[in-house]
């Protein structure tokens, strides 16, 4: 058994992990998350800003990190350079995956994902979605969340894959 990890999914535990982000205060602990970054994933996120071949090399180090546990990931997709993938439930179960995530590829994964909301196929089924509710769509992710909330439309729904 497998668990998939799709782009949505992962969005939104991205987005809730954004939300939580702050600036340190003097004296103050780091989180187990930043603890834990190697020291490749602090320097590629140190600007705020993940390339694609940041988020790449994260993603290699991950499935790498794996791979030194005992598992294998499966790439099942890439939609707008986002990349879906599939892990071992026994990754997950031992916290191969929880560590090995957190120390090389979380944060790039949040940063790239974040900045590529707006291109999403979510947000293409957003679009649909509020188009044929007959609003005129938004440009961006944030400001069609808002449409659907102002006009009442569920958003759970509009993003259901049919």
């Known amino acids: ?4 990890t799709s782009a949505f999914a992962g969005f939104v535990v991205l987005a809730a992990l954004a939300g939580c982000a702050g600036e340190a205060k003097p004296g103050a602990h780091p989180s187990p998350l930043v603890a834990s970054m190697s020291a490749e994933q602090a320097a590629a996120v140190a600007d705020g800003v993940a390339t ?5 090399a994260g993603f290699g180090r991950f499935s790498s990190c794996l791979s030194a546990s ?8 890439e939609a707008n350079e986002v990349i879906a ?5 026994d990754a997950v179960s031992d916290g191969s995956e929880q560590r090995c995530y957190d120390a090389e590829f ?6 790239w994902q974040v900045a590529r909301q707006d291109t999403s ?13 007959g609003v005129d769509p938004a440009d961006t992710w944030d400001e069609m969340v808002e449409q659907a909330e102002q006009n009442s439309i569920d958003l759970l729904e509009c993003l259901a894959e049919e």
């Open 85 to 89: 993938y599939r892990i071992p439930d």
């Open 70 to 77: 005992g598992y294998d990931l499966e790439i099942t997709d």
């Open 121 to 133: 196929a979510d947000a293409a089924r957003l679009r649909e979605c509020l188009a044929g509710n």
């Open 52 to 56: 694609y071949d940041e988020y790449t």
């Open 1 to 4: 058994m497998s668990r998939l």
């Open 106 to 111: 979380a944060q790039l994964d949040m940063l």
